[in-house]
Structure formats: C-alpha cells, structure tokens
C-alpha cells in the first residue's frame, strides 16, 4: 500500500507535521503508531521524525522541550499531549552495545528507517497526504504477523543489545511470530545482550506482562539464551515433570500460569516465579509413587527474593513478588473455623488477599487438569465469601486492631519497651483471633497481666 487514510492520525500531530512543512521541512509519522495504526490498534504514542535539525526545531517551535537535543530529539507538548520529534538519523557504531558512538543526521527518511529495530516499525507515514514509505516490507510482515529485523539481524542485535529484548516483547504484545532468521541471529548475539542494564530488563519484562500471553516472549527468551543470562533460576524448571495433578513440566506450568493470571504487571511476575522452589525441592514418594514439592512455597520465596534485586524491583514490589510466592499455596475446606480464615488472612496480610486470589485462580487452571480444577475453584469461591464474611465482622487481625497498644502496656503493666512488648501484644493477638470476643481492654490488660507475670517468673 501506497498510500494510507491520515485521517487516524490525531489533528495535533497533522499540525505539527503541517508546521514543519511550511517551513520546507519533511515530516513523517513513524515507528510503532504507524505500525498500530495499520493493525487498527491504538496508538500508544505519536513519533514525529523530520530532516530540521534539532536546533532548527526549536526555532519553529520555541516551547518545545528539548529532551534529547543531543540525539535530535524535542517533545512538543500540544493540548497537554507530548509529541517527540526526531531529526532523521542515521545508524553509526556501537561499540559498547547500548549507545551509538556518536549520533549522524541524515537527509532522507529511507536512511532513518534503516536504523531502526523491526520492519514494522520502520513505516514512515506522511500524515498530510497519506503517502506510506515502507522500504523493508513492514507491511508485508504486519499482514503475515512477523517480527523480523531490519537488515542482517545478527549485525542489529549486535548494535544495541535491548533490541532481542524488545523482539521477544513485540511477539507477544502483536501476538506475532519471530522470523526464522531474526530468531537464529539472537544467541549468537548473547554477549551484547548481557551489557544490558537490568532495569532496561526490568521495564521490558514489565511491558512484556501487559500482553495478553507473556509466555510467547518468555519461550523466545529462553529458546534465545536470554534467561541464562537473566534468570537460570527459571530454566531448571524446563523438562522437569510434576506428578499427577500436573499437565505440564515446571517451566509449562509458569508459563500457563502467567498467561491465566489476571492482574497488573507485578502480579504477573509474582505468577511467573510462584513455582521458583520447586526444582530445589522436588523428591520422589515411594508412598504415593509420585513427586512431592514439600515447603517449596517457602523455598521459593528464599530464591526469588536476590532474583527481584538483581532485577531491580523496588522494595515495595519485591515484598510483594516475596509474600506472593511465599503464601500462593493454600486449600480451603469447609472446616475452616472463622479463627482459621482470620490466622490465614493475619498470615498473608489483607493487602494481598486479592493478588492471592488471582494468582490461586491462574495457578489452579494452569495446571491443564480441567477435571480437577473444578473443586479447586469451588473452594477458592468458598474461601473468598468466608473472608468477606469475617472482614465484615470486623474482627481485630493485626495488632493494630487490639483495644490495648503498647503504651497501655507500658502504663499500665510497667512492660519494658522492647521485643518483649511485641511478643505480648502478638500473644494478645492469638487469642483474640481465636476469640474475638476477648478484644476488650479490661480482659486484654488481666490476660497481658497474667502472660507478663508468668513471663517474669520464668525468666
Ligand atoms: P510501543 O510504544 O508500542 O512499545 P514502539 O515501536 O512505538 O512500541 P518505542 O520505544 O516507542 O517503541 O520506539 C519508537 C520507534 O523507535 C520504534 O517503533 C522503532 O522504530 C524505534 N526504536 C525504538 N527503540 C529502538 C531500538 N532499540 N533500536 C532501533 N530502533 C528503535
Ligand atoms: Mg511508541
């Protein structure tokens, strides 16, 4: 195709190209809003690129921000939108893996289009009368649903390490396969990829989580060697069979699992390591002639804590991942008194009872047992009105909610300030979890009184 509609191409940026143009500039729409706005999908940014040089646009647009002079970039903000307008570059040297040596403008768009990663993203669009350049197939390959890298591909990956990351990424956020080649090209680039930053991984494994089936990218990155590099931590789980309520080998599981988990990004990880301690804990039952995976929730969360620092999780989301994996495993009964949900909520927090509830449901039906998935997802049902019922309750389940604090205790009791408050108030704690009818301040303090005193007399 020749030429395309523009009339998709929001009025702001039709402006700012028009802009350009009066002043005899060309002015292209590129990247992946064109490549979207061909699959008809949303658009998730609008790239402007150009032959002005950067200081020229600042000229003709004295407000823009000047984000990335250096590379010829500026965002020019339009009804609060942030447009990134780019001079036509050119490929250079990388001689690290991860910056060009120095950045080459260039005259025309074909040479522009050449630098970039994907043949679907090196579509340029003129969004004043709709003329597509597509010099490397970009829509040939959209129709076919292909990533492939523009030019050699070994010699692309090999200029700038995130690009295998990123390939990985847009199979499975276009739901696209790999072009055979483009495939074949990444182990052999392996060692550009490791100069990649982790948190440049991270934000891309984030993205990546945000498409409708992670696994795709998660299979390019393991048939690639990424995870060696990464997370071997994942890779032991590969080939190793579970026992009968499995479908699937370790790595299967995880990767079922992440696809069926609903949630954001960081719950999605959380799925994808769930399972991290099994391979450390896998042991045969003569008993029930089957693998058993005892404490592996605890196991897990040992191993996938250094995992979310090495990947530059913040603290908060690495305490998340951590609980997630810790607590994922639970089975509720009907015989599960009120005092056993609110010890099972005190356990995995309030906070995560929601994450925990869709991770079991992903857990449950990645387990490819459509058979026996069915009770579990009964129970999980059960599980989630038991708790509303008890949340509703209103029941003390820290001991925040106790009607005496430490002061109290302190005032009161003469109790010194220390570990030994905190472990009369969590004292406290148990027994009203079990009783909550006992959360009064006078029967706490005689309880506290009693507890102390016993304390001191066995110390
Ligand atoms: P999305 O915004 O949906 O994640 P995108 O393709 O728009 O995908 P951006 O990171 O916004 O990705 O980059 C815009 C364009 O810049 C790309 O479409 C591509 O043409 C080019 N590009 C971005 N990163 C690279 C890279 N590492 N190597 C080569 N070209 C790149
Ligand atoms: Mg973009």
């Known amino acids: ?114 630098r970039r990663d994907f043949t679907v993203n090196a579509i340029a669009l003129d969004p004043i009368d709709g003329h597509v350049i597509d010099p490397y197939g970009g829509q040939r390959d959209l129709a076919a649903k292909v990533i492939r890298a523009v030019g050699v591909a070994k010699e692309r990956f090999d200029e700038d390490g995130l ?51 992670p696994s795709r990218a998660f299979e390019v990155m393991r048939e690639g060697g990424i995870l060696t590099v990464v997370c071997p931590e994942l890779l032991l789980g590969v080939g190793m069979e579970q026992n009968k309520y499995h479908s699937f080998d370790v790595w299967g599981h995880a990767m079922a699992c992440v696809d ?66 810790r607590y994922h495993l639970f089975h509720y009964s009907d015989d599960w008194t009120d005092a056993a949900v609110r010890r099972w909520v005190k356990r995995v927090g309030k906070d995560r009872i929601e994450d925990l509830y869709l991770l079991n449901e992903a857990d449950v039906r990645a387990k490819g047992k459509d058979a026996l998935s069915a009770p579990d997802l009964a129970a999980l049902s059960a599980l989630k009105v038991h708790v509303e019922k008890v949340l509703v309750a209103g029941a003390a389940l820290s001991t925040r909610d106790l009607c005496i604090n430490g002061r109290d205790l302190i005032s009161e009791l003469h109790v010194k300030p220390g570990p030994a408050l905190g472990e009369l108030l969590d004292a406290l704690l148990e027994v009203v979890l079990s009783d909550p009818t006992q959360n009064e301040r006078a029967t706490l303090l005689a309880l506290a009184a009693d507890l102390h005193a016993k304390k001191a007399g066995s110390s």
């Open 163 to 213: 690009r295998v990351l990123r390939a990985a990424r847009f199979v499975a956020q276009l739901e696209f396969s790999l072009d055979p080649e483009t495939a074949r090209a990444i182990p052999a680039c392996i060692d550009t990829f490791k100069r990649v930053s982790m948190e440049r991984v991270r934000d891309e494994w984030t993205k990546t989580m945000k498409a409708k089936s």
């Open 1 to 114: 195709m020749d030429k395309l509609d523009p009339s998709a191409v929001p009025p702001d940026v039709r402006d700012l190209c028009a802009r350009l143009r009066e002043k005899g500039k060309k002015a292209y729409v590129v990247g992946g809003c064109v490549r979207d706005m061909i699959r008809g999908a949303t658009a998730a940014d609008w790239d402007v690129t150009t032959d002005a040089q950067p200081e020229e646009l600042m000229t003709i647009f004295p407000r823009a921000i000047p984000t990335g002079i250096a590379h010829g970039t500026v965002t020019v903000v339009k009804n609060k939108q942030h447009y990134e307008v780019t001079t036509f570059r050119g490929e250079s040297a990388y001689s690290d893996g991860r910056h060009p040596d120095s950045v080459t403008f260039v005259n025309d768009i074909e040479h522009d289009l050449a």
């Open 260 to 325: 069926a988990c609903g949630g954001d990004p960081i719950l999605r990880i959380a799925a994808l390591f769930h399972d991290v301690g099994k391979p450390a804990t896998r042991a045969f039952s003569d008993k029930t002639n089957d693998y058993t995976f005892y404490e592996h929730e605890r196991v897990g969360a040992e191993i996938v804590f250094p995992i979310c620092t090495r990947l530059r999780f913040s603290n908060e989301e690495r305490a998340r991942i951590q609980d997630l994996v």
